[in-house]
């Protein structure tokens, strides 16, 4: 297997640490990585912040800003340009699959996406109270107050992400559809300080696999994330190990990812999380 970073942010990233792309990548290449991906957050939609609910930095940080897309660009080129000796980089985004904005999205990717060639799909927000938009990942406040309020157990919580990661897999994105799904357990993130279940239901297995069905048919890798196992609350790698095992039954490929936000977070777990998959 070919020593790769899948997942990694940059100084555009408003919620990130600030530091330098290139530093992130020579880093990458001081710890033998063969080939690296900038997948900076995807602005979001325009319209997006009328069905949004939460703190407001939970969407005015979450990606980062349509303006500084040819910077993006710039920068991400003149990276690949610069280290093309020593290290394949690839550039895309992570992209927010929300439901409501799938035609808004598909335009984006049929516009930015002839200057991609790696992407990924995740799941960062979902509806619960009020019928609004919720951000999963960003306070515990929010999460409390706006998601897990609005179910009944963790397993109602579980089954209605999953339900949104299942949408994402089979939605139809077109000629630059992402190739792999972001983090596929995300919605555990604050499991320990919720006590959220630990094991999935029997009901979200049976989701899990419908889900992992539909990357095997639709050729999409999933992110083997090690952000989890750093988060306060979480302490666990995305997706769990029970998931990992039934993909790998399908043969469904992983790439690692750091979902690096500095360069401290470059490489983080790697070969902890690839001997899962190995």
């Known amino acids: ?89 690839h550039v895309g985004f992570e992209i927010d699959y929300l439901p409501d904005f799938t035609d808004w999205t598909r335009a984006f990717l049929n516009e930015y996406g002839p200057q991609t060639d790696d992407n990924i799909l995740s799941v960062h927000f979902m509806k619960g109270r009020d019928g609004k938009f919720w951000c999963v990942d960003d306070t515990t406040t929010d999460f409390k107050e706006g998601l897990l309020s609005q179910f009944t157990s963790s397993q109602a919580l579980y089954a209605a992400y999953f339900e949104q990661v299942l949408a994402s897999a089979n939605v139809d994105f077109g000629q630059y559809a992402p190739n792999r799904i972001g983090h596929m357990t995300l919605i555990k993130k604050f499991q320990d300080y919720f006590h959220l279940d630990r094991q999935f239901s029997s009901a979200n297995l049976q989701k899990v696999a419908e889900i992992l069905e539909a990357l095997k048919r639709n050729h999409l890798e999933l992110d083997l994330n090690a952000a989890g196992l750093y988060k306060q609350y979480c302490n666990e790698q995305y997706p769990s190990y029970s998931i990992i095992k039934m993909a790998k039954k399908l043969e469904i490929p992983f790439v690692y990812g750091s979902d690096a936000h500095s360069i401290d977070d470059i490489g983080r777990g790697y070969n902890g999380l690839i001997s899962l998959v190995e």
Not at 16 to 26: A, P, R
Request: charged content about 25%; hydrophobic content about 35%.
């Open 1 to 89: 297997m070919i020593k790769r970073e899948g997942h990694s942010h940059t100084e555009f990233c408003p919620h990130g640490s600030g530091d330098d792309v290139e530093l992130m990548i020579q880093k990458a290449i001081r710890l033998g990585f063969k080939e690296y991906s900038i997948t900076e957050h995807a602005p979001l939609p325009a319209g997006f912040s009328k069905m949004y609910a939460g703190i407001p930095t939970g969407l005015s940080e979450a990606s980062m800003a349509a303006s500084d897309l040819d910077a993006y660009f710039a920068k991400t080129d003149l990276m690949r340009k610069k280290y093309a000796d020593q290290i394949k980089i």
